[in-house]
Antibody, heavy 120, light 107 residues
Framework: EVQLLESGGGLVQPGGSLRLSCAASGFTFSSFAMTWVRQAPGKGLEWVSTVSISSDRTYYANSVKGRFTISRDNSKNTLYLQMNSLRAEDTAIYYC?????????????WGQGTLVTVSS | DIQMTQSPSSVSASVGDRVTITCRASQGINNWLAWYQQKPGKAPKLLIYATSTLQSGVPSRFSGSASGTDFTLTISSLQPEDFATYSCQQANSFPLTFGGGTKVEIK
C-alpha cells in the first residue's frame, strides 16, 4: 500500500523558514516524480512544485519561485520542501503527492497533509 | 500559464440526480485533464485522468468527456457519498493548474 506521510509543518513568523518532509513507502519512490500541492484555508488546490525522478528537473509555481526549494533523497525515500521568506499567504495545508506510473502528472496518491501557519 | 475556469462553484442536488461540472481551459491541453474529489479534512482523491480514464476503484457512475477546451465531469446518479468538492487539474504544461472547485451539496 502506498503511503505518504508529511511532517514539519507548524507556526512560523513572516520572513521565517520551514522544511517540510514527506516519507514515502509502499512503492518504488525512485521511479516517480514527486509533487507538493497546497490548500489555503477554505480555498482550492494550488500546485506548488514538482521534482523529477533523478532531481535533474524542478518546477515551481510563480508564487513560490525563488523562495521554496524542492528536493528528494531517493536513498531515504523522502521528499522535501525548503520554504524561506514565508508570507502570510503561504498559510495552507501542504500535501505531497506521487504521480501515475507512466510519468503523467496526475496524482493518485496523496499524504494526509501538514499545516503551515505564517503569522506573527 | 493555463487558466482552468470551473463552473458552477456550487450545486445543490438530490440523491439520484445527474450532476454535470465543467472546466474550461484557457488554451488547448491535449486532453491532459484530471478530476479529483475532496471531502472535508481529507486529501483529494483522483477520479478521472486523461479526460475520460477512470482511476482504479472509482465507480462507473463517474465519467469524463471533452469538447475542445471544455471538459465535463458527469455523475450519472448521485449517491450520498458523492457530496463533496470536485476540482479539475490540467497536466499539459507547467505550471500545473487546478480549477477553483465545485461543491456538490445536498438539496
Amino acid at each position: 500500500e502506498v503511503q505518504l506521510l508529511e511532517s514539519g509543518g507548524g507556526l512560523v513568523q513572516p520572513g521565517g523558514s520551514l522544511r517540510l518532509s514527506c516519507a514515502a513507502s509502499g512503492f518504488t519512490f525512485s521511479s516517480f516524480a514527486m509533487t507538493w500541492v497546497r490548500q489555503a484555508p477554505g480555498k482550492g488546490l494550488e500546485w506548488v512544485s514538482t521534482v523529477s525522478i533523478s532531481s535533474d528537473r524542478t518546477y515551481y509555481a510563480n508564487s513560490v519561485k525563488g523562495r521554496f526549494t524542492i528536493s528528494r533523497d531517493n536513498s531515504k525515500n523522502t521528499l522535501y520542501l525548503q520554504m524561506n521568506s514565508l508570507r502570510a499567504e503561504d498559510t495552507a495545508i501542504y500535501y505531497c503527492a506521487s504521480g501515475l506510473s507512466n510519468g503523467w502528472y496526475f496524482f493518485p496518491h496523496w499524504g494526509q497533509g501538514t499545516l503551515v501557519t505564517v503569522s506573527s | 500559464d493555463i487558466q482552468m475556469t470551473q463552473s458552477p462553484s456550487s450545486v445543490s442536488a438530490s440523491v439520484g440526480d445527474r450532476v454535470t461540472i465543467t472546466c474550461r481551459a484557457s488554451q488547448g491541453i491535449n486532453n491532459w485533464l484530471a478530476w479529483y474529489q475532496q471531502k472535508p479534512g481529507k486529501a483529494p482523491k483522483l477520479l478521472i485522468y486523461a479526460t475520460s480514464t477512470l482511476q482504479s476503484g472509482v465507480p462507473s457512475r463517474f465519467s469524463g468527456s471533452a469538447s475542445g477546451t471544455d471538459f465535463t465531469l458527469t455523475i450519472s446518479s448521485l449517491q450520498p457519498e458523492d457530496f463533496a468538492t470536485y476540482s479539475c487539474q490540467q497536466a499539459n504544461s507547467f505550471p500545473l493548474t487546478f480549477g477553483g472547485g465545485t461543491k456538490v451539496e445536498i438539496k
